[in-house]
Nanobody, 120 residues
C-alpha cells in the first residue's frame, strides 16, 4: 500500500488542523492505521492509531483529548483532527499502515511526512 499524507501547515497555538492520508490499492480496510510524528532533534513517536473497522482508537498521552483519529474506508483515507495545538506539537507527521495487530507499534508501510508548525 502507498500512503500520501497532506494537510500540514503553519498555525498559531490554539488553532486546529486536519491531516489526511490517502492510501492506494484496494486493501485499505485490512490495515490498522496510525499517525506518528518526529520533531526536530527527536525520535519519531506514536501519536494515534485506529483499528481496521474504525471502532478502536488509541492515543499518546501527550495528545489525548486534543487529537482525534478517524478513517473512511470507502475513501481509503485516514484523518487526524488536531485541536488546541501547542508549539510542542511542531513536527513532521507521518501516516502508516500496519498489517498486524492493532496493539502493535510496528508499522509496515509509511507515507511521506507533512510538516506541522505551531507558533506561540
Amino acid at each position: 500500500v502507498q500512503l500520501q499524507a497532506y494537510g500540514g501547515g503553519l498555525v498559531q497555538a490554539g488553532d486546529s488542523l486536519r491531516l489526511s492520508c490517502e492510501a492506494s490499492g484496494r486493501t485499505f480496510s485490512t490495515y490498522t492505521m496510525g499517525w506518528f510524528r518526529q520533531a526536530p532533534g527527536k525520535e519519531r513517536e506514536f501519536v494515534a492509531g485506529i483499528s481496521r473497522g474504525g471502532v478502536s482508537t488509541r492515543y499518546a498521552n501527550s495528545v489525548k483529548g486534543r487529537f482525534t483519529i478517524s478513517r473512511d474506508n470507502a475513501k481509503d483515507t485516514v484523518f487526524l483532527q488536531m485541536n488546541s495545538l501547542m508549539p510542542e506539537d511542531t513536527a513532521v507527521y507521518y501516516c502508516a499502515a500496519n498489517k498486524g495487530s492493532f496493539q502493535s507499534y510496528e508499522y509496515d508501510y509509511w507515507g511521506q511526512g507533512t510538516l506541522v508548525t505551531v507558533s506561540s
